[in-house]
């Protein structure tokens, strides 16, 4: 494997951290076939068992992206007492990490409006990722 002073000095990039993405080990997101493996495998804590029962959180569906991306759609508490929910539509690239996301504009409330939005993405919706995995393998790795 590739040490992170060899990428360095090949692209340009300076990465001090050893992200899954900076050490090259993909998410294995195409392996996903249920939504049970979704939370092992991204990054942080955003589909962690205690942040997913803090805001009543379920994911519903999910589909595969070119490059080993994932969308997947979730439906979580509109407000603090769960009177209401609302739906959306989270991307993250093939190391596991969460695309820039805004819930106020992004977030839906059907579960029927989520999958359409879902079903339209292109396969390329991820491409734009500035995580440190993505640019090392935009810039040749």
Request: charged share 25%.
């Amino acid at each position: 494997m590739t040490t992170n002073q060899e990428i360095e000095k090949v692209t340009g990039l300076e990465f001090p951290c050893e992200c899954r993405g900076c050490r090259g080990y993909s998410a294995d997101l195409d392996s996903v076939w249920d939504t049970s493996q979704i939370p092992n495998k991204v990054a942080g804590h955003y589909f962690s068992e205690s942040t997913r029962r803090f805001f009543h959180s379920r994911i519903n569906s999910f589909r595969h992206l070119a490059g080993g991306s994932l969308a997947v759609r979730e439906s979580l508490a509109g407000d603090m007492d769960n009177t209401y929910r609302i739906h959306r539509v989270v991307l993250f690239c093939r190391y596991g990490t969460l695309q820039d996301y805004d819930i106020h504009v992004n977030r839906y409330n059907t579960g029927a409006a989520a999958t359409k939005i879902m079903r339209a993405l292109p396969d390329d919706a991820v491409n734009s990722c500035e995580c440190h995995g993505c640019q090392l393998d935009k810039a040749g790795r």
